[in-house]
């Protein structure tokens, strides 16, 4: 007769235990293989910052030793932080991997799209996005959001349906059981994946800390000149900051979030290091975007609004 308290024991000397970042990695990596068994042709938002950097290095551990079967696209603003641009370069370039870049600018000059009044670029992302996945027939596109992020982006289910116009409608939401997902498509409807659903801010720095994974200089604390509005510290650029009576001054600051510009904020910070984030992090009460997007501050709805017109 088998002793019951010696089987208990041999199960728990050999099971794997699984701290919350390995079980958001396990979660993310099957993602990323659903996604490779569901669909032909895959594609993964790389804008260069740091949830994208951490969604490229989950799908190059769930295809290892592989190169991960997705191209990266990254609808450029003409705004966008340069040091950040050539950090996406060379990360697509070290890995091997096919990088599309879709141009907000692009739209401008020969007037598909013309400059907001009030200079932001980021809702222009939209129809350069929705263009360029029509044209490389992509049919799931992997994005960064998270649901701790905002209203909007926590609605949303991890396989997100995509309409034939790129649309997100929140009733066609389907129910997800576990980890069941439905990657069910018709001809010109597209699905939107977010493997970070889960993950939380601190999440991210958390792994990123224990990986020692490579991000811009601008996540850290650096001296930048800048100049305020609206309750924001802005850097100037060829975007048309600042205007005149908002007068520069140099800052220490870090980027919560690294976008267009004209729209992203810098946060007073003296963190250096990824451990010096998770502590300054784990102090904060301000969300990321509300602290640094001034795009989010349009409206109650603004996110929301966006994503049913097709944005991220």
């Known amino acids: 007769m088998t002793n019951t308290a010696t089987v208990n024991a041999d199960r728990t000397e050999n099971s794997v235990v699984l701290d919350q970042l390995d079980q958001l990695e396990s979660e993310a990596i099957?993602?990323?293989?659903?996604?490779?068994?569901?669909?032909?042709?895959?594609?993964?938002?790389?804008?260069?910052?740091?949830?994208?950097?951490?969604?490229l290095h989950l799908a190059l551990r769930a295809f290892a030793?592989?190169?991960?079967?997705?191209?990266?696209?990254?609808?450029?603003?003409?705004?966008?932080?340069?040091?950040?641009?050539?950090?996406?370069d060379e990360v697509a370039e070290r890995y091997g991997l096919r990088l599309e870049v879709a141009s907000v600018q692009d739209y401008i000059d020969d007037g598909r799209l013309s400059e907001r009044p009030d200079g932001t670029r980021n809702p222009l992302q939209?129809?350069?996005?929705?263009?360029?996945?029509a044209d490389h027939?992509?049919?799931?596109?992997?994005?960064?959001?998270?649901?701790?992020?905002?209203?909007?982006?926590?609605?949303?289910?991890?396989?997100?349906?995509?309409?034939?116009?790129?649309?997100?409608?929140?009733?066609?939401?389907?129910?997800?059981?576990?980890?069941?997902?439905n990657g069910r498509h018709a001809p010109g409807e597209h699905v939107r994946v977010f493997p970070l659903s889960n993950w939380t801010e601190l999440d991210v720095w958390r792994w990123i800390a224990r990986e020692q994974v490579e991000l811009p200089s601008l996540y850290y604390a650096h001296e930048r000149e800048l100049f305020a509005r609206d309750g924001m510290w802005?850097?100037?650029?060829?975007?048309?900051?600042?205007?005149?009576g908002e007068p520069t001054e140099t800052r220490t600051v870090r980027y919560r979030t690294v976008g267009d510009m004209s729209c992203t904020g810098a946060v007073e910070s003296v963190a250096a290091?990824?451990?010096?984030?998770?502590?300054?992090?784990?102090?904060?009460?301000?969300?990321?975007?509300?602290?640094?997007?001034?795009?989010?501050?349009?409206?109650?709805?603004?996110?929301?609004?966006?994503?049913?017109?097709?944005?991220?």
Request: net charge negative; glycine share 10%; no cysteine.
């Open 137 to 181: 027939k992509f049919d799931a596109v992997f994005g960064g959001g998270r649901r701790d992020e905002e209203k909007a982006r926590a609605k949303e289910r991890v396989f997100s349906l995509r309409d034939s116009f790129g649309g997100w409608d929140p009733r066609r939401q389907r129910p997800e059981l576990w980890d069941l997902y």
């Open 126 to 133: 939209t129809v350069p996005l929705l263009d360029a996945i």
């Open 65 to 88: 030793p592989g190169r991960p079967p997705l191209t990266l696209l990254h609808v450029d603003t003409g705004h966008n932080f340069p040091e950040v641009l050539t950090f996406r």
């Open 273 to 312: 290091t990824p451990e010096d984030v998770i502590t300054e992090l784990a102090a904060t009460r301000v969300t990321e975007r509300g602290a640094t997007r001034a795009d989010d501050r349009l409206s109650e709805a603004a996110m929301e609004d966006r994503k049913k017109e097709g944005y991220f």
């Open 30 to 55: 099957y993602i990323f293989r659903e996604v490779a068994g569901q669909f032909e042709r895959p594609a993964l938002l790389f804008s260069g910052g740091k949830d994208s950097v951490l969604m």
């Open 234 to 244: 802005l850097a100037p650029g060829e975007w048309g900051g600042p205007k005149e």
